[in-house]
């Protein structure tokens, strides 16, 4: 119990290493926008956005098409993917494992694995009973209408193809996005 409170206490207290831009993505979930940021200020507005099917909050298992809460990095950049860009995101962070594993959904060995990669600066392992592959995304050949009619993902947040290589001009592995 004790090795578990010192585990849960210092990843509080330690950050995931990134880029040096202090360009950010803030990601609305309630609005369906991201805000393209320069320290506090909004420099890029990207609309109409689509979310998962089971909205926004915290993610308890794979598959439940959430799109999760947090604060994450990406972690990398796939351009060549099915969606025209994929920008993974950090998912599960450290926040995501420690509540995870206080809920009994990871054991301690998942838990130490997932902040091991988050203060190593490396993608977190994306097979936990938590999910993984989240990120930003274009909709590839998928069908526009149906994007801006519902929100559509499996937790993913996507955007036309347009939007997503409009985006990719910002775009750097190391990069932080808040979601809210």
Known sequence: MLRICLLLFYSLYT??????????????????????????????????????????????????????????????????????????????????????????IINMQTYERIVEAIESNQIPPQNTPLGGQIGIHGLGAADETIHRSMNWTHGCIAMTNNQIDHLSRYVEPGMVVKIK
Do not use: C, M
Request: zero cysteines; hydrophobic letters at 35%.
């Open 15 to 104: 950050g995931v290493a990134g880029a040096d831009s202090d360009v950010w993505l803030l990601v609305d979930t309630t609005a369906l926008k991201i805000e393209v940021k320069k320290g506090e200020r909004t420099v890029d507005t990207i609309s109409d956005i689509a979310i998962g099917r089971g909205g926004a909050g915290y993610k308890t298992h794979r598959g439940d098409d959430v799109t999760p809460f947090g604060d994450y990095r990406i972690g990398w950049v796939g351009e060549r993917s099915n969606f025209r860009r994929f920008f993974g995101l950090t998912y599960p962070n450290a926040q995501d494992a420690r509540t995870a594993l206080i809920k009994g």
